[in-house]
């Protein structure tokens, strides 16, 4: 039993063993992701990062829920040495994208020149749990690198206290598997959200991430840009893997390595091999590359 349905700019999944749990299934996914739009999104004028982006270098009392995301982003950023970077914001909306992905528009004349944070900036968000945040000066946020899998950890955690039997949500193909049961779910692996499966694989716990530059692409200026940015450049990542799936016990955890690696470019392999992720890379030209013991049994078509 299932449901789909729009949110946060996307398209949400929902699966449930037990049938008495699909209304409460969808109830809680539209409940967390209405709470994560008002306060996280950068593309709503009444949110709590957009007054936080108004206000860099200054103290801005927010709701704790934007808090508990910077903290993800910034303990991805950790992780990454600043590759999942949380203060992009700037140079996306330089870029281009500057508003909700369906509403973008092409634009005449030059491209502006792109504003880069530097790559340790990270660092100097400061954050009150009990409800503030502070980014640097001539800074913005933007949670897009790890956004849409905090939300599948944040419904899948409300499935595990509510719902009776196993679960598993998909927010924009970022997927986590609630209340296992011992029985895998079949995953599809596709480049191209909605077409057939590339390959499907069995995931009886954890959580399985995709980070792509084929899908959110747009053109500016005349210049073809797509959303994966290197912190280092403020650019879109040159495409040495179109498409990158990682697994791991976290939703987060699992598209914090598949974003890296496409950052990474050439030196992805070797990073990844010091994770505990597995992931299955798409090289620009079609070749599959698995890594870390691709960790699922794989399905026959």
Not at 5 to 21: E, H, K, Q, Y
Not at 208 to 235: E, F, I, K, N, Q
Not at 271 to 294: K, M
Request: with cysteine.
């Amino acid at each position: 039993m299932h449901v789909t349905f729009p949110a946060i700019g996307t398209s949400v999944f929902l699966a449930v063993r037990d049938r008495r749990d699909l209304a409460a299934a969808e109830r809680l996914a539209r409940l967390v992701l209405a709470d994560v739009d008002a306060t996280c999104s950068r593309f709503r004028d009444d949110s709590d990062l957009t007054r936080v982006n108004r206000h860099p270098g200054q103290w801005v009392a927010v709701d704790p829920l934007l808090v508990a995301a910077v903290e993800i982003a910034i303990a991805a950023a950790r992780r990454t040495d600043g590759l999942v970077h949380p203060l992009l914001g700037r140079a996306l909306v330089q870029l281009g994208y500057d508003r909700d992905f369906g509403l973008l528009r092409e634009c005449d004349g030059h491209p502006a020149p792109v504003t880069t944070p530097a790559l340790d900036s990270w660092r100097a968000i400061r954050v009150d749990p009990g409800g503030g945040l502070r980014i640097p000066e001539d800074t913005a946020l933007d949670l897009g690198a790890t956004g849409k899998a905090w939300c599948a950890d944040l419904i899948a955690t409300a499935y595990e206290r509510h719902l009776r039997g196993s679960a598993v949500v998909s927010v924009g193909g970022d997927l986590r598997i609630a209340r296992p049961d011992g029985r895998p779910w079949l995953v599809g692996i596709s480049e191209h959200p909605g077409r057939v499966p590339d390959e499907t694989i069995a995931v009886g716990a954890g959580a399985v991430a995709t980070s792509t530059t084929l899908v959110r692409r747009w053109t500016r200026h005349g210049v073809r840009r797509h959303h994966l940015l290197d912190p280092r450049t403020g650019l879109p990542v040159p495409e040495v893997w179109r498409t990158v799936t990682a697994v791991a016990p976290t939703c987060v955890g699992a598209n914090t390595a598949s974003t890296a690696a496409i950052v990474l470019g050439d030196a992805a392999p070797d990073w990844l091999a010091t994770t505990s992720a597995a992931a299955r890379l798409v090289a620009q030209d079609g070749q599959v590359r698995h890594l870390g013991g691709w960790p699922v049994e794989e399905v026959a078509a």
